[in-house]
C-alpha cells in the first residue's frame, strides 16, 4: 500500500507553495517586467487548408446527468475504489487530451467520460461512457486503447468495441499518455513514479520511483517503450532507461540542470516525451538542453542549451522545438546543428510542433495554426480556430517568471491537444471539444 496521504500532502504543499510562489511574482512585477506577446505576423499566405470534416464529441443527456451526479458522489467520497484502498487526490483540472490513430481509427475523449472511435472520414466507429475523467490522452497498441485518470486509474478499452477490458489503480494522478507494447501498459504518475501493467490483466509486474523537486511544472513526460526498454523523463532533469521485464535501471543522463536561487527558478523538468528515431533517443527539458542520445549506451551525441515544456518532432533529417520564450527551432538531427529559429511567434505559448511534408505545423494559445516552410522556417499559411478572452498570464521565460499582459483578443488555449498529423492532413481538437479536419489545397 503506498503511503497515499503522505504523498497527497506532499503535492499540496507544491501546489500551494507554487500558487504563493506566483502571487508574489505577479504582485511584484513592473511595466518593466512584463512580458510583451507578439502580434500574429502579418505575411501573404501561400495557400488556405481546407475543412474536410468537422466532429462535436458531445454527452448525451443521460451522460450528462451521469458526470453530474458522479461529480457530486465523488465530493463526498471521492475514492469508489475496492474497501481498504486509500483515497487518491480527487484534484479537478482541464485534462489534456491528445486523440490517437491506431489501425485507421481515430480515438478521443472529451474528459467527462465519453470515449468514441472514428474512421477517417470523421464517421463514429463506437462511443462508450465511461464516466470517468480522462487526463492526459490516449495510447494504443495490442488492439487496446489506454488511458490514465485524475483519480488514478488507468483504464483499458478494446479497441474494436469499446469495451472496457480492465482498470487498476497507481499511486496518484496520470496526466500524460500511457504506452502500450510488448505486452505491457506503462505509465507514469505525477509524485515521480513509474508503472508496468500487464496489457492483457492490468496487474502491476513493477515499478520505479524517483523524488519530486519541491516545485515542477504541472506536467509529465510520457513513457516509451521500445526494444525491450522503457524510457522517461523525470522532473529532476534526467531521463533514465529501464528493462521492460523487470523494471531495472540501464542507465540515467541529466539534460535539465537545476540553477539559480528561487525554486522556481530551478524547475528542470523533463515534460516532454522522447522520441526514438533508430538508435538515437532525443528528449527536452525546462530550463536545460534538447539532446541526442544514444540508445546502446546512453552516450550523449549532441546537446544543444534550449528550455522547452513541449514533445519535440523528429524526422529523418529535422528535429523540431517549440521553446519556452515561443520560438520555433529546427535542428539538423545528425549534428545537431541550428538549420534556423523563426521568432516572430515569441511568447505566444506555442503548441509542440509537428511535422508534415514540407511543412512544420505549430499552434498558439489564441487558436492561430501556422504552417511554416521546413527549410527556412518562413510562415506560409495559417488557419484559426476558437474564442476569445482578455486577463494576465504568469509564464516562464529562460530562468526569469514574469506577468503577461494579455489583450482583449487573448484567450486561455482553444486548442486542448497539439497539431496530429497523418497523411498529409491536420487533426485539431479545440477546448470545446469539437475536432476539425483540415487539409492543404
Not at 475543412?51 to 469508489?80: C, F, H, K, M
Request: glycine share 10%; charged share 20%.
Amino acid at each position: 500500500m503506498f503511503e497515499r496521504d503522505k504523498k497527497s500532502m506532499k503535492l499540496s504543499f507544491r501546489a500551494a507553495g507554487l500558487a504563493a510562489l506566483l502571487v508574489v511574482t505577479v504582485s511584484c512585477s513592473t511595466d518593466e517586467d512584463a512580458i510583451v506577446v507578439s502580434p500574429v505576423p502579418a505575411f501573404s499566405p501561400s495557400f488556405e487548408p481546407d475543412v474536410l470534416w468537422t466532429y462535436q464529441v458531445d454527452t448525451t443527456a443521460w451522460e450528462a446527468t451521469s458526470n453530474g451526479l458522479g461529480a457530486a458522489w465523488r465530493a463526498i467520497w471521492p475514492w469508489s475504489g475496492s474497501p481498504g484502498k486509500d483515497r487518491p487526490l480527487d484534484i479537478q483540472t482541464p485534462a489534456q487530451l491528445q486523440p490517437v490513430l491506431y489501425q485507421d481509427k481515430l480515438y478521443v475523449g472529451n474528459g467527462r467520460g465519453l470515449m468514441v472511435a472514428l474512421d477517417k472520414e470523421g464517421n463514429e466507429h463506437w462511443r462508450h461512457w465511461q464516466g470517468v475523467h480522462a487526463s492526459g490522452g490516449f495510447s494504443a497498441g495490442l488492439n487496446l486503447i489506454a488511458y490514465g485518470t485524475l483519480n488514478g486509474e488507468v483504464i483499458a478499452l478494446n479497441a474494436e468495441t469499446g469495451e472496457e477490458l480492465w482498470r487498476n489503480l497507481v499511486s496518484s494522478e496520470v496526466i500524460a499518455p500511457p504506452t502500450v507494447g510488448e505486452g505491457k501498459v506503462v505509465v507514469r504518475t505525477i509524485d515521480g513514479r513509474l508503472f508496468a501493467l500487464d496489457a492483457t490483466s492490468g496487474e502491476r509486474l513493477w515499478q520505479a520511483d524517483r523524488n519530486v523537486p519541491l516545485l515542477t511544472q504541472r506536467g509529465t513526460s510520457a513513457p516509451v517503450l521500445v526494444g525491450g526498454i522503457v524510457i522517461a523523463g523525470f522532473d529532476n532533469g534526467k531521463v533514465a532507461a529501464f528493462r521492460a521485464e523487470n523494471g531495472q535501471q540501464l542507465w540515467e543522463k541529466r539534460i535539465g540542470q537545476p540553477t539559480g536561487r528561487s525554486e522556481i527558478e530551478r524547475i528542470a523538468d523533463v515534460d516532454s516525451t522522447p522520441v526514438i528515431y533508430g538508435t538515437s533517443m532525443y528528449a527536452a527539458s525546462f530550463n536545460g538542453s534538447v539532446v541526442a542520445i544514444d540508445l546502446r549506451n546512453g552516450e550523449t551525441q549532441w546537446q544543444r542549451e534550449l528550455s522547452t515544456y513541449q514533445n519535440v518532432a523528429v524526422d529523418l533529417q529535422t528535429l523540431v522545438v517549440s521553446t519556452a520564450r515561443g520560438h520555433v527551432t529546427a535542428i539538423d538531427r545528425q549534428s545537431g546543428y541550428v538549420v534556423w529559429t523563426q521568432k516572430d511567434l515569441e511568447n505566444r505559448r506555442l503548441s509542440a510542433p509537428a511535422i508534415i511534408g514540407d511543412y512544420i505545423v505549430v499552434a498558439d494559445f489564441e487558436g492561430q495554426v501556422y504552417w511554416l516552410n521546413r527549410t527556412d522556417g518562413k510562415f506560409v499559411s495559417r488557419y484559426k480556430i476558437g474564442g476569445a478572452g482578455k486577463g494576465e498570464s504568469t509564464q516562464y521565460v529562460g530562468k526569469h517568471t514574469r506577468t503577461v499582459k494579455l489583450d482583449d483578443s487573448a484567450s486561455e488555449n482553444p486548442l486542448q491537444a497539439p497539431p496530429l498529423v497523418f497523411d498529409g492532413l491536420v487533426l485539431l481538437y479545440d477546448s470545446d471539444d469539437k475536432l476539425t479536419l483540415l487539409k492543404l489545397p
